[in-house]
């Protein structure tokens, strides 16, 4: 198993790095008859705006022509997401030269965007619709109306992200978050600005036609059971909140993680990923899926650590139990601070190294006053320190053992 070092982070290469350098590797291995595994760090990370979200738009589309019957009340939502999330996207491309920004922040701002967007404006076109069509309103009153009883969205469980503390997931809630509070501005200013544009043509005239032909009849069944409901709301709420808890039992036996080479599809694009990781998982143990990173640090930066000290922090921290191996990865030019590679016993999901990572969090005082140093632990996931990482195996029909790696 070969494993490299980015100079930045995996997200900061330019466009077309990591690609070259698994096809650099690729050519290699061909000469020795081995195959490149890739892990999940060494893909590209997706463009802001491709095919899916072109293909999602369309159909967005389609669902509003033939829900409303109009051309027209079905561009309106359209027209003013894109333009929220033009303005929102936009600002956070324009932020990007004084702050530091993920692309994946441009990436949660667009769907966000789009979705509350044409949500909003769509529940606006509707009401505004309804009020025409059935209560014989004018174009300018049913706006008015639907206006004022469009309700509000609200960002709160977006900006709580901020309590993390975390750079990156701060950025995009705040992204996000201000997408959104655009998109719900332009519904309120310039969606009701073009509904006064189009007047009554929001309206076409098959749904005139067909609203002034019931006219006098029966409630329709979604009415008579929204009234149903209504009349027995006990009862009703009731058997929501069983039903509801019934569907949430599951939950109670699921287990969070970050996704790792186990969690692609064979048959997705990520097939070499969950390959990459069957195979390191085979080889040398499910925890080098998932290694951890223990950061020493000197109390006193002007001296360095001592070799003793080092010695002993490997120790103690082989000593921990779950712990597979541990080795120094790296020491900084003044010798004050150390990296120590630490590869548990089980998975990057298991719940033994989460276990493991906390005994060593519970520990760290202990060891930081014996050794007169400052101890943190984090992931080692490749995807988030710009590590590289790339199997090989003999090319063929899944070998028993490979005979060389590089």
């Known amino acids: 198993m070969l ?10 290469l330019p466009s077309g790095i990591i690609d070259s350098l698994v096809t650099a590797a690729r050519q290699q291995a061909d000469r020795g008859h081995l195959e490149v595994l890739p892990s999940a760090a060494m893909m590209e990370l997706p463009e802001v705006v491709g095919v899916g979200e072109i293909i999602g738009l369309v159909v967005a589309a389609v669902v509003l022509l033939v829900a409303l019957g109009s051309l ?5 939502p359209l027209l003013v997401a894109l333009t929220g999330v033009i303005v929102g996207v936009g600002g956070t491309f324009a932020l990007s030269s004084v702050f530091e920004i993920h692309s994946l922040t441009a990436m949660l701002a667009l769907m966000l965007g789009l979705t509350v967007g044409i949500d909003y404006a769509l529940f606006i076109v509707n009401r505004q619709w309804r009020f025409i069509l059935d209560d014989g309103l004018s174009a300018r ?6 206006i004022g009883t469009a309700g509000s969205t609200v960002v709160i469980a977006l900006a709580g992200l901020l309590v993390v503390g975390i750079t990156l997931l701060s950025t995009m809630a705040l992204a996000a978050a201000a997408t959104i509070a655009i998109a719900v501005l332009l519904a309120l200013t310039l969606l009701p600005a073009a509904l006064g544009l189009v007047k009554e043509d929001i309206c076409s005239t ?5 609203a002034r032909d019931h006219v006098g009849s029966p409630k329709g069944r979604g ?7 209504a009349r027995r709301g006990g009862p009703a709420f009731l058997a929501t909140c069983l039903v509801t808890l019934a569907l949430a039992v599951p939950a109670v036996d699921r287990e969070l993680g970050l996704p790792c080479g186990a969690s692609y599809h064979p048959d997705t694009a990520q097939r070499q990923n969950r390959q990459n990781y069957q195979e390191v998982n085979r080889a040398f143990g499910p925890g080098c899926n998932g290694p951890l990173m223990v950061v020493a640090r000197s109390m006193d930066p002007g001296h360095p650590l001592a070799p003793q000290i080092l010695a002993a922090v490997a120790r103690d921290l082989k000593a921990t139990k779950g712990t597979d191996s541990v080795s120094l990865a790296a020491l900084n030019s003044t010798g004050s601070t150390a990296v120590f590679g ?4 089980d998975g990057p999901n298991d719940e033994g190294t989460k276990q493991l990572a906390t005994a060593v969090r ?15 632990i984090t992931g080692g996931r490749g995807a988030r320190q710009g590590r590289g990482v790339v199997a090989t195996r003999l090319a063929g029909p899944d070998p028993a053992r490979p005979r060389r790696r590089g």
Not at 141 to 146: G, K, Q, V, Y
């Open 342 to 345: 630490r590869v548990p016993q």
């Open 141 to 146: 009153e049913a706006a008015a109306r639907a």
């Open 3 to 12: 494993k490299f070092q980015f100079d930045e982070q995996t997200y900061e």
């Open 206 to 210: 098959r749904a005139r036609n067909r």
């Open 223 to 229: 009415t008579r059971w929204g009234s149903g409901v």
């Open 362 to 376: 519970a520990k760290s005082r202990d060891m930081s006053a014996a050794h007169g140093v400052t101890l943190g």
């Open 72 to 76: 027209v009340a079905a561009g309106l």
